[in-house]
Nanobody
Framework: QLQLVESGGGLVQPGGSLRLSCAASGFTLDYYALGWFRQAPGKEREGVSCISSSGGSTNYADSVKGRFTISRDNAKNTVYLQMNSLKPEDTAVYYC?????????????????WGQGTQVTVSS
């Protein structure tokens, strides 16, 4: 059974850092892009970052470029999102997702399976 389980969320002050992890199981990680999305209250789910099946290609939303870094370890069946210089507007539930293909396209429609989400709150 396919599962994506996020961890690492929490409360952090502006300017702080968090590292999200997503443990995947039930499918061969090597064949699919993986991504991180987020959804704030009252807003639509938006793409944050994604990484191709090989890890050789990544995409980022303009709002997080230079602050967030996505990576994956296929041997550990895990994808990570390192978040630095966090801002209050980064507050949201963050979701890990499995892409439909090997290539990374940062669009909700290109991802078919989702984790349950982890809350990230940036506040002083």
């Amino acid at each position: 059974q396919l599962q994506l389980v996020e961890s690492g969320g929490g409360l952090v002050q502006p300017g702080g850092s968090l590292r999200l992890s997503c443990a995947a199981s039930g499918f061969t990680l090597d064949y699919y892009a993986l991504g991180w999305f987020r959804q704030a209250p009252g807003k639509e789910r938006e793409g944050v970052s994604c990484i191709s099946s090989s890890g050789g290609s990544t995409n980022y939303a303009d709002s997080v470029k230079g602050r967030f870094t996505i990576s994956r370890d296929n041997a550990k069946n895990t994808v990570y999102l390192q978040m630095n210089s966090l801002k209050p507007e980064d507050t949201a539930v963050y979701y890990c997702a499995k892409g439909r293909f090997r290539l990374c396209v940062l669009s909700v429609g290109d991802f078919g399976s989702w984790g349950q989400g982890t809350q990230v709150t940036v506040s002083s």
